[in-house]
């Protein structure tokens, strides 16, 4: 297996409803990329303070599996559409499991 | 289940037995600790650039298990010994899952 993790968190001032809209057009990746094996996306609960604000954790078959989802144009399209604007950092590991 | 996600990247510079002794390290944490469910250490696989070097992965039963995991001597050792030296960039999320 190979896994792919990405933290993101948001400007300062992001609206809730467009993290929610993060959230959501993430978790419709899954029924149109059958490269996903497994597929969470979270909301940190603030237990900790400094935190990133969502997480994806993805598992694949392999690294060209990940590729397939990395370069998916509907991946590609909540990443413009939803994420880049409300960005302020990133922080991804892929590996294998 | 509660899952916590943390991304490490170290200094430049970091030579390969310090990240090594990091991974080594995270990993003696199972069976020390009895609240993780399950718990994945990885290295970055260098797909993609910027990405940052380490990724844990843990579920608990629940946040108080985070709790006993986050503030346990063995963990914070390691973190002191292992990680601090060397730590440039983190980013975490916890969360319901």
């Known amino acids: 297996m190979f896994r792919h993790v990405v933290c993101l968190q948001w400007v300062p001032g992001t609206p809730a ?3 929610d809209a993060v959230v959501a057009a993430l978790r419709t990746l899954p029924a149109r990329i059958p490269e996903i094996r497994s597929y969470t996306v979270g909301s940190d609960a603030h237990v900790n303070s400094g935190n990133h604000d969502v997480v994806v954790v993805a598992d694949f078959d392999d690294v ?12 590609q399209a909540v990443i413009a559409e939803h994420i880049k ?5 990133r922080a991804a590991v892929q590996h294998e499991l």
């Open 17 to 19: 409803d467009r993290h």
């Open 64 to 75: 060209a599996g990940y590729i397939v989802y990395r370069d998916h144009p509907d991946h």
């Open 85 to 89: 604007p409300i960005l302020a950092a």
